[in-house]
């Protein structure tokens, strides 16, 4: 036997299951509201589902009148553990599950579906590449085929700065500008105009996954309470229809979100525009 022969088989690196996904499974206001958004949409249509992860929400599709659903999975763990829940429910003649990223599937390997079913959102609601996912899925759709949810809507709340409650240093050396940076960041010593009162929130537009995946996204913001202010504080609401959910909470982390905030500092305080928009080669949220 040669030693290229006797040498071990190289074997495929293992794919990480992030402690997230526990949170987000016990997210019950997340999950009731796919619940609700999938039960008015899904009767009698073929269904789509882009990132299965646990493969709750295709088994939630089918118990709610989908006649069929293709779902994939790109996690090869996560995709084994849907495909027992799957089974483990009787339903594996009406899922059919697709071990792999939907980039990858060929277009003739499903037939064309009437909705898109999809929760790619992280708490910057474009880093897990939901406008490229949602754009190479028009191929598998029929002309009047929709996505779900249906779009997002932008939100943020003013942030003034704050003295930390303890000096930032370590062996004699002064974190000076980590001081002020996160003292008018960090969640737990916001400093709200109103003392004991939530700071106002301001909605930018709802845009349409449509709109999203045509357009990308792109948004001038001119508010007179940005004057003065450190930074804001962001997140989104995620809405089909009338029903809507809002991924994280302002402030302080509620529990068992698995979502959470995001701060952006305001290098020029005393302009009362900014600059929403996506860094699409890093598909992330911009603020200028």
């Not at 302002?250 to 500092?265: C, D, M, V």
Request: hydrophobic letters at 40%; glycine letters at 4%; aromatic letters at 8%.
């Amino acid at each position: 036997m040669s030693e290229k022969e006797n040498s071990p088989k190289a074997q495929p690196p293992l794919s990480p299951v992030h402690a997230w996904h526990y949170d987000m499974l016990i997210d019950h206001e997340r999950n009731h509201f796919y619940e609700t958004i999938i039960k008015n949409n899904c009767k009698d249509k073929v269904v789509l589902e882009i990132g299965a992860g646990s493969g709750l929400m295709s088994v939630l599709a089918i118990r709610h009148g989908a006649k069929k659903v293709y779902c994939c999975e790109a996690n090869p763990l996560l995709a084994k553990a849907a495909e027992l829940l799957i089974n483990r429910m009787g339903m594996q003649d009406r899922i059919t599950l697709i071990q792999g990223f939907s980039t990858n599937i060929p277009t003739d390997a499903i037939p064309k579906v009437d909705m898109v079913l999809h929760e790619l959102f992280a708490s910057d609601p474009f880093a897990e590449d939901v406008i490229h996912s949602l754009r190479d899925a028009k191929r598998f759709m029929k002309p009047e085929a929709i996505y779900v949810p249906e779009g997002i809507q932008l939100t943020y709340q003013t942030v003034q700065g704050h003295a930390l409650r303890q000096e930032l240093k370590f062996a004699g050396i002064e974190l000076t500008e980590m001081t002020q940076l996160l003292g008018q960041v960090h969640p737990a010593l916001r400093n709200n105009n109103n003392p004991g009162f939530p700071n106002k929130t301001y909605f930018l537009p709802k845009t349409s996954m449509e709109s999203l995946v045509k357009n990308s996204f792109d948004h001038q913001e001119k508010n007179e309470a940005l004057i003065g202010i450190d930074a804001i504080e962001v997140t989104y609401k995620i809405y089909d229809g009338q029903t809507e959910m809002q991924a994280a909470p302002f402030g302080l982390l509620a529990e068992n979100r698995h979502w959470s905030t995001q701060f952006f500092y305001k290098t020029n305080p005393k302009t009362d525009h900014l600059h929403f928009c996506l860094n699409e080669q890093e598909m992330k949220l911009l603020v200028i």
